[in-house]
Each structure stands twice: as C-alpha cells, then as structure tokens.
C-alpha cells in the first residue's frame, strides 16, 4: 500500500531563514509531485520528480528525490511572505491505478 | 485557456436529499478522477477514470457514484448525502494516467 507521511505539519518561520519540508514515502513509486495550496484555493503543480537523484529548483523552492531512501524534500530558501501556504507532496504508481497518494500537507506561515 | 471547472463551488445540503457535482475539462485529457479533502487526511481519491466508460473506485469510494459518458465531464454523484461526506471536494485532470495533475476550484460541501 503506498503511503505519504510528511513533516513537519506546522511550519512557523521568519522571512528570510531556510528551513525543509519531508515526504517520506512507503513503497517504490513512480513518480513524485509537490503541490502548493493557497487558503481556501485549488492545488498547483510546483514539481514532478521523476528519477532518483532529480532536483528542480523554481525561485526560492527546491525539490529533489530519493529514491533509495523513498525520501524527498522541498528546501525553502530565504523565505518571504508570499511563500504562506500549505504544501503537499504525492506519489503515484502504475500497480495502484496512478492514483495520486497525498500526504497529510505542510501548512507553512511566514512572519514578516 | 486550459482549466478544470467544478460546479457547484459551494453547497449545503440536507441528509438524504441526492445531489450532483459537476466537472468539465477542456484539454482533452483521458484521466480524471475526485478528491476530497480532511484536515489532517490531505487528499484521499473518491473515483478515478481512465477513459470515457471506464471508471473505478479509489480509497474512499463508499456513498459516492461517478459516470464518464463524454471524455470532457465526470461528474460526482452522492446519491443520498450523509453529514460525514462534509467535506471539500477537487476533481483533477491528467493527460494520460501519469503526469502532474489539473485541479478543479473545489466544492465545499456541507450536509446538515
């Protein structure tokens, strides 16, 4: 059975520090996503991590995989207001009918 | 411009009383399927299609019905609404059964 679990599920940070967020996952899948979520909005797709080792980078956001490890992680640099949302990571595999697989969601605040 | 459009956006209901979510895709997409969305749960897969007539069930599928008769719409049918299918809703589109998925608005639900 695939599974998500990310953490943290609450992330409170200062504009301008780093911090990551995980997504650990239960079984091989074949694919990754990352999803941003604004309050009371749809889910846009910010990554698909395809092969072990993969890292994407868009603005201050960088995502990669592991595939060995069935980790990935989203690495938030000098983070800004804008950034406020919750993230979602989600695996999929053929085997499972490529359903989408979600974890329960980071919800990330940025003080100013 | 490419979108998933879910009607209606908001909806309160009462136990019993059959309703119908509708979702429309305009980028030719073979894939649909629906969430629903928990706190703390993330997003769980109600039904998923892989092509028009083709349907079947995700995690969640009790006290939900689908139908895919047009390869554009998937509509989301709870037949006799229950107060625990309070919840918020997606429908999503993907290309074939792999890629990042198109998520529709939402429909806040709530069954009084």
Known sequence: ?112 | EAQVTQNPRYLITVTGKKLTVTCSQNMNHEYMSWYRQDPGLGLRQIYYSMNVEVTDKGDVPEGYKVSRKEKRNFPLILELPSPNQTSLYFCASRLTGTGRAFFGQGTRLTVV
Request: glycine content about 6%; aromatic content about 10%; hydrophobic content about 35%.
């Open chain 1, 1 to 112: 059975e695939l599974k998500v679990e990310q953490n943290p599920l609450f992330l409170s940070m200062q504009e301008g520090k780093n911090y990551t967020i995980y997504c650990n996952y239960s079984t091989t899948s074949d694919r990754l996503y990352w999803y941003r979520q604004d309050p009371g909005k749809s889910l846009e797709s910010l990554f698909v991590l395809l092969s072990n080792g993969a890292v994407k980078q868009e603005g201050r956001l960088m995502a990669s995989l592991d595939t060995k490890a069935r980790l990935s992680t989203l690495h938030i640099t000098a983070a800004v207001h804008d950034l406020s949302a919750t993230y979602f990571c989600a695996v999929d595999k053929e085997e499972y009918g490529n359903k989408l697989v979600f974890g329960a969601g980071t919800i990330l605040r940025v003080k100013s």
